[in-house]
C-alpha cells in the first residue's frame, strides 16, 4: 500500500474538460497515443489501436470525451505518470 504523502491538486475532468490547447501543451512532444484510453468504448469502436487517429484528431476527441483520456494522470513539472502505478507514486514522492 502507498503510504507515502503527496501533495496535489486534483480536478475533475467530467465537469472541467480540458481543452484542445491544454491537451497539446500537456502531450508536447510525447507520443499522443500514450494519454489514449484503450478500454473506452469510443477506443474500441474506432479500433483506434489498429486505425490510430491522428494527432489533431485524437486531441479534439479527448477534449470532447475526456474519458478517452488515460486516467488517473498525474502531473509533478515535466514527469507524467498514466493510471495507478504505485512504484512511479512512490518514485516521485521521494524525489
Do not use: C, V, W
Not at 504523502?5 to 499522443?32: A, M, V
Not at 489514449?36 to 470525451?65: F, T, V
Not at 478517452?68 to 512504484?87: A, H, M, T, V
Amino acid at each position: 500500500m502507498l503510504e507515502e504523502k503527496i501533495t496535489f491538486d486534483s480536478r475533475d475532468l467530467g465537469n472541467k474538460l480540458l481543452t484542445e490547447t491544454e491537451l497539446h501543451e500537456l502531450i508536447g512532444d510525447r507520443d499522443y497515443m500514450e494519454f489514449l484510453n484503450s478500454r473506452n468504448e469510443l477506443y474500441r469502436k474506432h479500433k483506434m489501436k489498429e486505425h490510430p487517429p491522428s494527432r489533431s484528431e485524437a486531441i479534439r476527441l479527448m477534449a470532447k470525451e475526456p474519458n478517452l483520456i488515460r486516467r488517473p494522470l498525474l502531473i509533478r513539472g515535466s514527469q507524467i505518470i498514466f493510471g495507478f502505478d504505485e512504484g512511479a507514486y512512490r518514485k516521485l514522492a521521494k524525489s
